[in-house]
């Protein structure tokens, strides 16, 4: 218990140096674990938008469509499947549609598009809506209505009410299209998306392609997105004629980026922590080194090795942990407030549209990151300790008492 007192006095026997180390802590503490909670926001976010917009959790289609979007292979009995999906506990929402992939045409200019025949009536899992800019959404009272994304109405130099064709296959492998009207414009988050995305009435697409009660994807959104492999498993032992897809299938790059949050997260920590532990073993060197004629008189009037180590040991844990409860609270306290108010970051808009994030950030971090940084940095104090330490044992008392004499 001494050790410990005399290692917590000595740090403060040279205030402005201590305080010097603690502001570094802290400030680093809070750096990084708000740098993580920032890029954990960031990624949070765009992961929810993505599969909320397009995605879902689970995606129902024929075998073979998804390999050329095909409209001749749809889905057989949908209605049955989409009956038998309603009664399951787990399923929140379903949307049935049928998709063709063609080309867009104005006047101007052309442009490959994926076409979303959509029911808006019956369809409660129409993301779009929210992100609608101008006009209104697809209503059935007007004759081929068209809802476009603001990116493609500026390639093909278009606006509302504006008029446009859509070319595509239908089921007997010709070519077909018809002519559309903007009744909407909608600006997402995802400068990608806006311009390779257009929906239409469903009775509108379908007929074009020549099959009126045609489906060709069924999305199923679940009530625990991290469930959506054991729900798939599920689903495929009742319909083993369809392909069933979980968001990690359709989007694997948001699988990537999912997998790899946890470790992109404590690799910021841990860079900040290195360069922590060497500020750290900077300062305690010069510490022992200036007190080397104290350290050869202590061990001289007979304090051993182990008590000499463990007193610089201290003093270095002590100098460390100091900072990093303030850094934590300050931490704590920047990410409750900005997961409220968020960040806005519409300054660079253009840039983070290109990459499919939104422009206000929203900061959060589990109370289990908190706790796993609070041990990595005393691991990190701990291991800074070791140098400084070991160095003192290796003081000749003799010499080191006569070296300032």
Do not use: C
């Not at 000595?10 to 920032?38: C, Y």
């Not at 997402?188 to 045609?214: C, H, M, P, W």
Request: glycine share 6%; hydrophobic share 45%.
């Amino acid at each position: 218990m001494k050790i410990i007192k005399l290692g917590w006095k000595n740090i403060w026997r040279n205030p402005m140096r201590s305080s010097v180390v603690i502001v570094a802590v802290l400030l680093g503490t809070w750096a990084g674990i708000f740098s993580a909670g920032f890029l954990n926001g960031m990624v949070q976010d765009s992961l929810s938008n993505q599969i909320e917009l397009s995605v879902g959790h689970i995606q129902i289609m024929h075998p073979r469509f998804d390999d050329l979007y095909n409209p001749k292979y749809q889905v057989d009995k949908a209605d049955e499947v989409k009956e038998t999906l309603q009664n399951e506990p787990y399923v929140t929402d379903i949307s049935v549609k049928s998709l063709v992939t063609g080309l867009a045409q104005s006047t101007r200019n052309s442009y490959g598009v994926t076409v979303n025949g959509v029911s808006p009536a019956t369809d409660t899992l129409l993301a779009i809506k929210q992100y609608m800019t101008e006009g209104t959404f697809l209503t059935s009272d007007r004759r081929n209505p068209i809802v476009i994304g603001r990116k493609l109405a500026e390639r093909l130099d278009i606006g509302m009410r504006s008029r446009m064709v859509l070319s595509f296959q239908d089921i007997n492998g010709e070519i077909t299209g018809g002519a559309f009207r903007v009744a909407g414009i909608f600006d997402s988050f995802s400068n990608q998306y806006d311009e390779s995305t257009v929906f239409v009435l469903k009775d509108d697409l379908n007929r074009l392609i020549g099959s009126g009660q045609a489906v060709h994807n069924i999305r199923v959104d679940t009530d625990d997105l991290s469930r959506a492999d054991e729900y798939a498993r599920q689903l495929r032992e009742q319909f083993p004629e369809l392909k069933i897809k979980t968001w990690r299938d359709i989007a694997p790059d948001l699988r990537y980026i999912f997998d790899m949050m946890d470790i992109s997260l404590y690799m910021v920590m841990v860079l900040i922590t290195i360069g922590l532990v060497f500020s750290i073993i900077n300062t305690m060197l010069m510490a022992v080194l200036e007190r080397t004629r104290e350290l050869g008189m202590l061990r001289a009037i007979g304090m051993n090795k182990s008590r000499t180590f463990s007193m610089i040991m201290f003093e270095t844990f002590f100098l460390t942990m100091a900072g990093t409860p303030l850094g934590l609270l300050f931490s704590w306290l920047t990410i409750s407030y900005f997961s409220h108010s968020g960040i806005d970051l519409s300054a660079f808009s253009e840039g983070l549209s290109e990459y499919g994030f939104s422009t206000i950030i929203y900061p959060e971090l589990s109370a289990a990151y908190y706790l796993n940084i609070t041990l990595l940095i005393a691991v990190a104090a701990l291991l800074s300790a070791i140098y400084p330490a070991v160095r003192t044992l290796k003081l000749n008392p003799v010499q080191a008492i006569r070296k300032f004499n």
